[in-house]
Structure formats: C-alpha cells, structure tokens
C-alpha cells in the first residue's frame, strides 16, 4: 500500500513487469484486474473506520479526536454568490488531507487481508524451480486506491465478488466494475476470459491485450504488449518534453539556466516512467537530441550534446542523460541481486533502502527465463550468453538490469576462486585468454571470432563441460576425446588453437587440468563477484559514485577541456553574469563563430576565412578572441584603466580564456579592486567585445576603439556598482 513508511511505487510497477514477462515466458492464461473505487476517499463510513481502527489497537481517545475532526465538520455551498444553510459532513476523507491517506490505508486494509487470505483463491502462481526459492502466489497489489487483483481461473474471480460483496456491505465502498479494466499478463488472447468477464451480471468490457490499440496505464507506467503500444506510449512521453522545450526556447536563457530547466522542469517528466520502461537506442537518441537543440538554440556552430553530459567540474553542464539515468534509477534493484545479502542486512545499510518487494520476482524470473530454473540468477546478469530465452519477450523486465550490469566493472574470472562444477558450466570463451601468438583483436570482435572466424558463432555456444571431463575411472580432470563430444570437429579446431599459440587457458582453469578430483563442488558464481564487491557496495553508499562511473565511461571529458577541478570550479563560480559565462563556455569548447571555423563548416556562406578587420589575416578562434590588433589595443587599454599595475605578458589573456590559468593578479590601486577580480573584468571585457563585433555584423553599428572601449567600460562599471549594492 502507498502512504506508508520504506514504501516506493516503483516496486509495484517493477513486480507487474516481472510478472509478466514470466507470464509470456511461459504463456500462462491468467489476467490482472484494475479495479475501480466509485469516489474511494468519499465514501468512507465513519462507524466503520472507527470499528477498523480499533481492530488496529488505536486508543479509543484519538478514534474519537479524529472521528470528530473528520465527521463533524459543517460545509457552507457557494451557490452563484449565495451560501447555503449549513450541512454536516457524515461521511468521507478529505481531499488532500495529510491523514486522509492512513485513514483510507486502515479502511482498505481488510479488503486485500481478504484477498490474501482466502484459500479458494490462486492468484499467480510460480512452479518451483530448482536454483532460487519460488515466492507465494501473487493475489494482489495496492498503492493508494489503485488494485491490481490477478486471477488465475473463472473460481478466482468468483471469490473476488464474493469478498468485493463484503467489503462494500460493511464499508459502504462500491468498486465499479463497468469502468475495471482487465488484461491478459501474457499478452495473449483469450476467449476463456474475455465471453466470461463480458457475460457477468456487471460486465467487464475493457480488455487489454497485445492486439490493442495503445498501452493500459498502471500507476502512471505503460503496461505495453507489443512495441507499437510501447512506442505509442514513449512517443507521446516525448511530445510533451519537446513541447516544453519549444516554450522555454523563447526565453534568453543562458547555459546553465538552460540546464537548469532541462534538468527540474522538462526532463523531470521522464524519470518516473524510465524507473520502468527500457528504452530503444532511437527513443534515447530523439531526448538526446531535443536537449542538444535546446542547449544551443540561436547558438552556431553547437556544441556537441557529448560535451554537455560531464559533471561542472570535467568541463561539460551536468545536463541528466536519459541513459546515464535510466541505468542509475535502476541500482537499487541491481544491488539486491549482486550484493550479497548479510552485507545488504548490516545496521549501516538496512535503513538505507526501501522494501525491495519486487527483488524475489526478479530473481524467480531471471532463473526461469535463462535455464528453465537450473541455475542463479546470477547467471544471465555475468554472461550475456545466457540472455538468448530474454530476446523475444516483448515486456522484458530484464534488459535494463544487463545493460547497468554490463556497464559496471566484472570481475576477472582467472583470479577468482570458482569452483570446478562453476568451470564446466561456463562458456568456452570464459576460461580462454589471448596468447603470444594471437592475431591483432579489434575493439568490435571478440577473441573467439577473431581466432575461429569460420565457427564463431559455434563456439560461442560451447561449454567447457563440453570439451573437458572429468575421467570417471581415474578422476583426472582432462580434455575430451573426439568421441567423447558432441562437436569432435570443433574440439580438433580447439586443439590446434591451444597448440599453436594462438589461445591459452586461464591460470586458474590450467591447474585444474590434469589433477585429480575428488569432488567438482557446487555451482557458484559469488566468488566471480567478490573481486569487485568494494565497487558494488561504495556504489551502494553513495549512487553518486554510480553515475560517475556511467558519466565517464559514456561521456568522457575533450581533451581541450580537461582542467583541474579547482579550474572548472572557479570559473562557474566567477561573479559574472550568466551571459558572459555562456560565451566563455563556447570559447573553451572552440566553438566561437570565428570565420575561420564558419569557413570550414559553411563554405558556401563563408567563402573566405579572413578576419573582418584584417580580412589578410585568417580568423582563427585566438585571433577572433585577441590576437586580431583592433581587439587587442581595446583588451590593454580596457585593462591597463582598471589595473594599472598588472603586466599583461603575451598570451596571457588567451591563456585566460582557453585554458583557465586565472593565476593571483591583484591590483590595490584598480578602482574596482574593491568589489571586482582582475578574472570578472577579463569576463566583462570579453563580453563588451562580442556584444559590438555582432552590431557590426548585424545592424552595421562602427566597430572602432571609442565605442568598444566605452561599452566594455560600461559594463564593468556596472557589474562593480551591483557587486557593491549586494
């Protein structure tokens, strides 16, 4: 139930997607039930809220304070102008009461105790499996006054009247079920279901499957039974974001104001649904291109939405990337499948966390999906090889917590403990490694394709136990014979891979090999995982870390941009306006409008790259900032006015503005020293040189030393007078 402590709503939705998948995995017939409460906080019977909270052990004292606060309150009807006699309210919660919600837990309370307890009611079942525990059967699930009731046979949903019929008696609740909506959990039709929900005396019209038209909504999540339903859904998602966009593209917002919208107003709408919902390469990539257009709207030539997505302090925004995201929101559960659980339950981390209700589902699923319930769940999570039975489930759970897993640092299988039952049921690939001989290996192959071209894809899907036995009659751990295996043509290509050089086995795998077994062991992978737990659980400390992690290894930092820390810090922190720091921005990433660089990019529309003052002279990003005579003669004199006292060395400005060496220049006698730094000034002189270089090129205003020189003191002189008022 929502409303209560260590509750999340996200875990109702996760339970439901796992549930389904299992559901099509094994083509099973039962059905979720969307119940509907006709006006639930009104209808609250106060006699019967006092009789549950009783039941409930609350002191008859507050039973009465509340009863009274709720129930003897008098309401005055505004009629055009006119108030009306007043009128006792005798019944219901208030809307937006912060009791409200408990009040209604407790009234609801015993309905789905009901449910939960009645014996001639199935609900979902899970068969037992023979590697992880199978949890009890899912009869229900509640957050608020939303119901998910799933039903497995025509006997379940009888039951459910009959306990609907109760509640609604002794409650005064009435559960409509005209307006319940009931879909099938796998996706499948069902004429079982369907004539007999529509043949009840209150029929039940509203059906859900993979044939419908859109997606059914729980909890603000698309359930979705095909990917037309999925993208339909995702699409509208994206509509919404992008038509905040536009609206916010009208302001003049600066960079981080920009940022700031993306990451509070519009992205916000997403995060929720991301909780749940895998997304495709495309969907991520249309996000990724509607913050990249709204990050540089009005803006030529733009930065690249790469370099927006590292931290302030590695030289990009901290703009929330829709991967980047997706993979973090879905830690906590990853965490409860890694981690080992006595870490998990220590006083330090117990706290930390909410009910993981959803975690055995996963778990169960994982298991099922990947060897039918012969082995952990951990299986499919480290080795993408056991992941082919995910591939045609449309609702899967699981792909978001593959690619978060295949995202973290593994483990190294030649420094772990495993055990020789654990060897024999890994992949062949697992326990082979380059050797002195082994051809060149490019970033997109694998080592087994590259040294088995014609029969990679055979392979792959070798085991070692089918290439490697134990020696029943001596016990000696050894390689097959050609009759011993499955694949005597494969094993030979094998050996000559092993002889030549051009593969060895694992140190850990070669000492097994050719020493005597007494006992294989049991399957285990924790000691593959162990190796990076400090990982796992730092993550766990602090999901910062996490993203980190994610940050860097997706979007990491230009090398132009690749200052200190205390760099990046001091500049965001400089007491500039947000327009300079903009334009300072696009000055580091060298994406300035000098036309040099218009030239190489619009050749068409610039056909010379020469300097509009020395149009001999090629205008690159430093000629465009400073180097070009006319700026450079109003960059000293702008600055020897306010510090007469500071040496301007050659290419100290650029080194500036490019590279962020603000060094210690103080100057006592600057008459500004008071309120502004040597750096704010070098701000506002870049910004009184920019904002005259566009009048010349649009509206054709002189660009000469007086003009420039008296905008760009202008602007100094006020950013010093407010600097003073603050």
Known sequence: MGFMPSRFIGENGKTLQAVMSIAEHTSSNAIGLLLDQEKAYDRIHPSYLA????????????????????????????????????????????????????????????????????????????????????????????????????????????????????????????????????????????????????????????????HSPTALIYLGYPLYFNASQKNLAIDLLIQKIQHGCDIHSERNLSIKGRTVVLNTLRLSKLWHVLRIIPLTKGQIDRLRGICSTFLNVSRFPRIAYRNFVPYKTKGGVGILDPLVQHLKLHWRWLADLIIAPAVLQQPAYSDRSFLHTCVPYLKYGLSLIASGGAFSHLWPLLFSTKRRGFRSLTSNSFVLLFSLMDSLPTGDISQSNLSLATFLHLDLASIVIPAPRTPDIPASASLISVVFPRNSASMSKILVRDFFVVDPNTHIFRQRSDRETRFPTLLRKFRVAIASGCIQSTSNFGRLLGSQIESTGSIDLR????????????????????????????????????????????????????????????????????????????????????????????????????????????????????????????????????????????????????????????????????????????????????????????????????????
């Open 527 to 726: 000691p593959l995982l162990e190796s990076q737990m400090s990982t796992f659980i730092l993550a766990f400390d602090s999901p910062k870390q996490l993203g980190v992690l994610l940050r860097d290894s997706l979007f990491p930092p230009k090398p132009t941009t690749t200052f200190s820390i205390g760099k990046w810090k001091n500049f965001w922190g400089l007491p500039i306006s947000p327009s300079i720091l903009t334009i300072w921005y696009r000055a580091i990433h060298h994406k300035l409008p000098n036309k040099s660089l218009l030239h190489s990019i619009i050749p068409d529309s610039f056909p010379t790259a020469g300097c509009i003052h020395c149009p001999q002279t090629e205008d690159t990003l430093h000629h465009f900032l400073y180097d070009c005579p006319t700026k450079q003669a109003i960059w000293l004199q702008c600055l020897s006015t306010f510090f007469p006292d500071v040496t301007i060395v050659p290419g100290r400005i650029l080194s500036i503005l490019l590279a962020l060496d603000f060094g210690d220049l103080h100057n006592t006698r600057s008459p500004v020293a008071t309120s502004l730094t040597f750096i704010s000034v070098i701000g506002c002189i870049l910004h009184g040189i920019w904002r005259s270089h566009w009048q010349l090129v649009f509206d054709d205003q002189p660009f000469t030393s007086t003009t420039v020189l008296t905008r760009c003191l202008s602007i100094v002189w006020q950013l010093h007078f407010q600097s003073l008022a603050d």
């Open 51 to 210: 009789r549950m909270m009783t039941q409930f052990g609350i002191p008859s004292p507050m039973i009465s304070s509340l009863c009274t606060l709720f129930f003897n309150t008098k309401i005055h009807i505004n009629i055009n102008g006119h108030l009306s006699t007043p009128v006792l309210q005798q019944r219901g919660l208030r809307q937006g009461d912060p009791i409200s919600p408990l009040l209604f837990n407790i009234a609801f309370d015993p309905f789905l105790r009901s449910i939960q307890q009645a014996t001639d009611f199935d609900g979902f079942t899970f068969p037992e499996l023979v590697a992880e525990p199978s949890p009890e059967s899912l009869k229900v699930m509640a957050y608020a006054d939303d119901t998910l009731v799933f039903l497995q046979s025509h006997q379940d949903f009888i039951c459910l009247e009959r306990l609907i019929t109760q509640y609604t008696l002794a409650s005064n609740a009435k559960l409509n079920f005209a307006k319940t909506q009931a879909f099938s959990l796998s996706g499948k039709s069902s004429h079982y279901w369907t004539t007999y929900l529509s043949s009840r005396e209150t029929p039940i019209t509203s059906w859900h499957d993979r």
